[in-house]
Nanobody, 125 residues
Framework: QVQLQESGGGLVQAGGSLRLSCAATGDTFIRGYFMGWFRQAPGKEREFVAAIDWSGVNTYYAESVEGRFTISRDNVKNTVYLQMNSLKPEDTAVYYC?????????????????WGQGTQVTVSS
């Protein structure tokens, strides 16, 4: 069974940066799959942040993070990353990574499975 473990969250001032990691353990088969990052703020639904195809060549971003966040992957290390720059208070949320297991839209959380426990990102103003 695939297990995903996020790390790298924390408290940062507005304008700062964080790098999140998502490591796959167990049956390591994130290789060959789309991977995504989502986030959920208190009282809000989980929303799409970024996705990356199996090769790492094609990446996709929510409009709210375009130009500030960068998703990448290392298939040898079975790890996906999210580099977050120019952070804003509205980026505060729990961030989750997930493996896309269905054939629908990359921005729909319903197309993903094997969610991690999440890592908290808090951006102070």
């Amino acid at each position: 069974q695939v297990q995903l473990q996020e790390s790298g969250g924390g408290l940062v001032q507005a304008g700062g940066s964080l790098r999140l990691s998502c490591a796959a353990t167990g049956d390591t088969f994130i290789r060959g799959y789309f991977m995504g990052w989502f986030r959920q703020a208190p009282g809000k639904e989980r929303e799409f942040v970024a996705a990356i195809d199996w090769s790492g060549v094609n990446t996709y971003y929510a409009e709210s993070v375009e130009g500030r966040f960068t998703i990448s992957r290392d298939n040898v290390k079975n790890t996906v990353y999210l580099q977050m720059n120019s952070l804003k208070p509205e980026d505060t949320a729990v961030y989750y990574c997930s493996k896309k297991v269905r054939s629908g839209s990359y921005y729909s959380r319903n197309e993903y499975g094997y969610w991690g426990q999440g890592t908290q990102v808090t951006v102070s103003s």
